[in-house]
């Protein structure tokens, strides 16, 4: 006659068992505090400058900050010279203008930091704020556009190079401009001057 097992037996864990969990645990919870932090403005943000150093929005606090992806062989990339004039004409009321070179759109920026630097200067006298080239789309994206996309929503994201983002004092997202729109364009100009004192 047939009787139920009067308790249940404990197996132990097999050795590679333990193992495989021991390694589990430690990937999760030592690569977990690798992934950036969710920025709650873009002062929480910095990139590498085209020059290898730091270059931390936080050191813009109480400055407006117009920020643009750009690539040396676009359509787009006289804007450049609007660009260095907006910088000329406004950063002692407290404008920055920073570059934020991008190979995404057409493979419109192919080259190293430094050429891309060297084209700047000599084409274009820039001489405002620059960082590395970085990925503005796609599974490298750097966390500022991540922070974009939170905080200006999909719209804002730059859908090729050029498009323009403009940052309060206190590093709060305001608005965005789409490439075909000039640096030097009114509306720009117009909120722009909003923010700045007189």
């Not at 132990?12 to 193992?19: D, E, G, L, Q, R």
């Not at 983002?165 to 709060?172: F, V, W």
Request: net charge negative; charged share 20%; aromatic share 12%.
């Amino acid at each position: 006659m047939f009787e139920p097992a009067s308790h249940i037996a404990f197996v132990a864990p097999s050795k590679s068992v333990s193992i495989w969990a021991i390694i589990l645990l430690f990937v999760t919870f030592v690569t977990e505090p690798l992934m950036p932090a969710h920025a709650k403005n873009a002062h929480d943000i910095s990139f590498e400058n085209i020059e290898g150093g730091t270059l931390d929005l936080a050191e813009f606090r109480g400055k407006v900050i117009l920020l643009v992806n750009t690539a040396s062989q676009c359509g787009f990339t006289p804007q450049y010279e609007a660009l260095q004039a907006m910088w000329d004409n406004y950063r002692d009321r407290g404008l920055v203008v920073i570059g934020v070179p991008s190979n995404d759109f057409g493979g419109q920026e192919p080259g190293a930091n430094s050429q891309i630097k060297q084209f700047c200067t000599i084409n274009y006298g820039i001489d405002f704020p620059m960082t590395e080239k970085v990925a503005v789309t796609g599974s490298d994206i750097h966390p500022y556009y991540q922070w974009v996309l939170e905080a200006g929503g999909r719209l804002a994201m730059p859908r090729w190079n050029f498009y323009k983002h403009l940052i309060d004092q206190e590093g709060n997202f305001v608005t965005w401009f789409a490439a075909t729109t000039a640096p030097d364009a009114r509306k720009i100009r117009q909120a722009i001057e909003k923010l700045l004192p007189n």
